[in-house]
């Protein structure tokens, strides 16, 4: 018994980070999807790309710019960083491939978490990303776009847009200090914020701005896919 104990708990360590259960305070409806294109084709290499709404509006613009070259995987998801869930679901997005490139994202959900939370949420899914990806993998972080104001004449919303400055600002040193790969969204957004949006204080944008960000996504990708070994 002392030996199957000693077995057991390691490996719940390994597998969970902790056996003990740990609050996580979630939206009141909470969703994920999850996308795997052309399945059979092995022919081409795969991208994956993680993150929440935003990534899903720019994901059928940057997998068309990517389709002579890669087929893409989407998982999308309103998981805050800190639920465990979205570990559990993200290897579930990785499946059986060994994708060619990650790409990742997570800052507009779990506005409830500090920045200290958010840092330990982060750093904790970067590690989980390097030791379930391929070896050849490069992983690709975009920063959180802005966040629109409702109020008129203001252009951005002063309590959950500075949350989403710190969280950038956080994401930079920690995909620094791991050798990852950041696309600034947050700057390629924000000077035209109103222009792109989908309508005053919402987060989504028109199709011309996730056009945009596709463009942007899909050339840095694509230089990564054409340089790898």
Avoid at 34 to 54: A, Q, T, Y
Avoid at 87 to 110: D, P
Avoid at 141 to 170: F, Q
Wanted: aromatic residues 8%; proline residues 3%.
């Amino acid at each position: 018994m002392k030996n199957r104990i000693r077995i057991i708990l390691p490996l719940c360590l390994l597998l969970f980070g902790s056996c003990i259960t740990t609050k996580v305070i979630r939206e009141d409806t909470e969703w994920s999807d999850f996308w795997w294109s052309h399945e059979s084709d092995v022919s081409k290499p795969r991208v994956l790309f993680i993150g929440n709404s935003i990534t899903r509006g720019y994901y059928p613009a940057v997998s068309a710019k990517l389709a002579e070259k890669a087929n893409c995987d989407r998982y999308s998801t309103s998981r805050s960083i800190e639920d465990l869930a979205l570990l559990q679901e993200t290897k579930i997005a990785m499946g059986k491939y060994n994708h060619t490139v990650i790409h990742f994202n997570n800052g507009l959900h779990g506005w409830h978490l500090t920045g200290e939370q958010y840092e330990e949420g982060l750093r904790k899914f970067v590690r989980f990303l390097i030791a379930q990806k391929s070896r050849d993998c490069k992983l690709v972080y975009s920063l959180t776009t802005p966040v629109s104001s409702k109020e008129p004449g203001v252009k951005l919303d002063s309590e959950r847009n500075t949350i989403v400055m710190e969280r950038n600002s956080i994401a930079l040193k920690v995909m620094k200090e791991n050798g990852i790969q950041v696309i600034d969204l947050y700057g390629l957004m924000e000077p035209e914020l109103e222009k792109y949006n989908s309508s005053k204080g919402d987060l989504h944008y028109k199709r011309e701005g996730y056009e945009l960000m596709a463009d942007h996504i899909s050339r840095e990708i694509l230089k990564l896919i054409e340089n790898r070994k």
